[in-house]
């Protein structure tokens, strides 16, 4: 009896063990070979979980049960953030609090968020992972420092005839801290 599992089918947690019904158990091939394979299977795919310790046969039944607990996201915190919006960080993340953390999405979130242009990216680790309030808990923190997101640029030119022309250009990658962009573009000449 294969329990604690949501992401990935007890059919093919069963198929991963060398353990089967109406044998007579070998703790080795259990704890050495089984869980190893379970919990690799669980790595291969993303995502961080283990067999717990109550791992056994029930006395009563005679069946060996097999819980397995899938560490889950209780929080998803942004800091060094200063003018841009948590918000717009959370927006482009599919982990959310209560998904089983996944390390393939969050490396995938973690892109999307650099994508957008708005952070410089400082340390081979864009994020954090720390305990939660209870066991099977984490938190991720993802630390972000913000870019120079504004520009200023001025042109002046003269010619014989145009006489004086100008250009002045305003631009901005992350307005009101929301990562929109806005561009203000004025021209004059001398007609």
Known sequence: SITGNTVIP??????????????????????????????????????????????????????????????????VKVTGNK?????????????RPGDVYNMKTLYSDIQRIYDLNIFQLEGAVPYKTEPGSDVGKVNIVIPVKEKQTGAVTLGLGYSSRQKLVGQAKISEDNFRGRAQRVNLLWEQSGY
Do not use: C, F, H
């Not at 060398?18 to 291969?44: F, H, M, P």
């Not at 993303?46 to 039944?61: C, H, L, R, S, W």
């Not at 003018?83 to 982990?95: F, I």
């Open 10 to 75: 007890t059919e093919k947690l069963q198929t991963l063990l060398r353990t089967s019904v109406g044998t007579v158990l070998n703790t080795n091939t259990l704890l050495q070979q089984d869980v190893k394979a379970i919990e690799a299977y669980y790595e291969k795919e993303g995502y961080a979980a283990y067999v717990t310790e109550e791992i056994g046969i029930d006395p009563q039944t005679g069946v060996l049960k097999i819980p397995i607990m899938e560490i889950k996201i209780e929080d």
């Open 83 to 95: 003018k841009t919006k948590s918000e717009v960080v959370l927006r482009e993340m599919r982990q």
